[in-house]
């Protein structure tokens, strides 16, 4: 009976002596972690980490969405789903690392998402699609030509489509509430019977640098408000 008892008691012991450590370490891994609220962007960009080329998330730690300062964002956050078309305004928790198990070219802060705060659609993500140029520095496109066609892409900012020759490929350059510019535009080298539209669309494009978007209607508008295309959503 009497080793029963001893038994019970040194198990209880080791129980508490388990519990109170496991109260430390929780103590220890909650003095390394902090929180911090970020708005992340609605699409996201081309970036360059320790493994080469991947797509970043883009955040912002502004209070205001209207004010917001973005930056990109090389590591992941555990149990974040990224929703392409909607900005997030997310609380993380951000986890200091013993410096000497981070392997090299990793960060040494773990996230993970505590709650999502806020979801507001991006209005701008219409532009995501395919267009149809129908006029060219106002200049409507003669009956029975072929239509430059364009494709916007803002997961990757790419752009892709064809002159009515030739083609097309390039990168977004910037990309705001009402700016888009495109750069490193590279064509295809066709010759066609007359190359006046294609001349015409590709300096045209390359003088983008705003949009308005009403609708199934695309206006591209130079540095001097000037409509240089207007372009139709197409299937």
């Given at each position: 009976?009497?080793?029963?008892?001893?038994?019970?008691?040194l198990?209880?012991?080791?129980?508490?002596?388990?519990?109170?450590?496991g109260?430390?370490?929780?103590?220890?891994?909650?003095?390394?972690?902090?929180?911090?609220?970020?708005?992340?962007n609605s699409?996201?960009?081309?970036?360059?980490?320790?493994?080469?080329?991947?797509?970043?998330?883009?955040?912002?730690?502004s209070?205001?969405?209207?004010?917001?300062?973005?930056?990109?964002?090389?590591s992941?956050?555990?149990?974040?789903?990224?929703?392409?078309?909607?900005?997030?305004?997310i609380?993380?928790?951000?986890?200091?690392?013993?410096?000497?198990?981070?392997?090299?070219?990793?960060?040494?802060?773990?996230?993970?998402l505590?709650?999502?705060?806020?979801?507001?659609?991006?209005?701008?993500?219409?532009?995501?699609?395919?267009?149809?140029?129908?006029?060219?520095?106002?200049?409507?496109?003669?009956?029975?030509?072929?239509?430059p066609?364009?494709?916007?892409?803002?997961?990757?900012?790419?752009?892709?489509?064809?002159?009515?020759?030739?083609?097309?490929?390039?990168?977004?350059?910037t990309?705001?509430?009402?700016?888009i510019?495109?750069?490193?535009m590279?064509?295809?080298?066709?010759?066609?019977?007359?190359?006046?539209?294609?001349?015409?669309?590709?300096?045209?494009?390359?003088?983008?640098?705003?949009?308005?978007?009403?609708?199934?209607?695309?206006?591209?508008?130079?540095?001097?408000d000037?409509?240089?295309?207007?372009?139709?959503?197409?299937?």
């Amino acid at each position: 009976m009497k080793t029963m008892t001893s038994f019970f008691i040194l198990a209880i012991m080791l129980t508490t002596n388990a519990c109170q450590e496991g109260k430390k370490e929780e103590k220890k891994t909650e003095s390394n972690a902090t929180t911090n609220t970020y708005w992340v962007n609605s699409y996201k960009k081309e970036c360059s980490g320790g493994a080469g080329k991947m797509h970043c998330l883009l955040i912002s730690k502004s209070e205001n969405l209207e004010d917001a300062s973005w930056e990109f964002f090389y590591s992941s956050i555990k149990d974040f789903r990224f929703k392409p078309g909607y900005f997030q305004q997310i609380k993380v928790e951000e986890t200091q690392l013993d410096l000497k198990s981070v392997l090299a070219d990793a960060s040494s802060i773990q996230y993970r998402l505590i709650e999502t705060l806020k979801e507001e659609e991006d209005i701008r993500f219409g532009l995501n699609d395919i267009w149809v140029v129908e006029n060219i520095n106002e200049n409507p496109i003669a009956k029975g030509e072929n239509h430059p066609r364009l494709e916007i892409n803002l997961s990757k900012m790419k752009v892709y489509g064809n002159d009515s020759c030739n083609e097309l490929s390039g990168d977004i350059a910037t990309f705001s509430v009402d700016k888009i510019s495109f750069e490193n535009m590279s064509l295809t080298r066709k010759m066609c019977r007359d190359m006046k539209t294609p001349s015409a669309f590709n300096k045209a494009l390359l003088s983008v640098r705003g949009f308005h978007r009403e609708n199934l209607k695309l206006r591209l508008y130079d540095e001097d408000d000037n409509e240089v295309l207007q372009l139709q959503k197409t299937d």
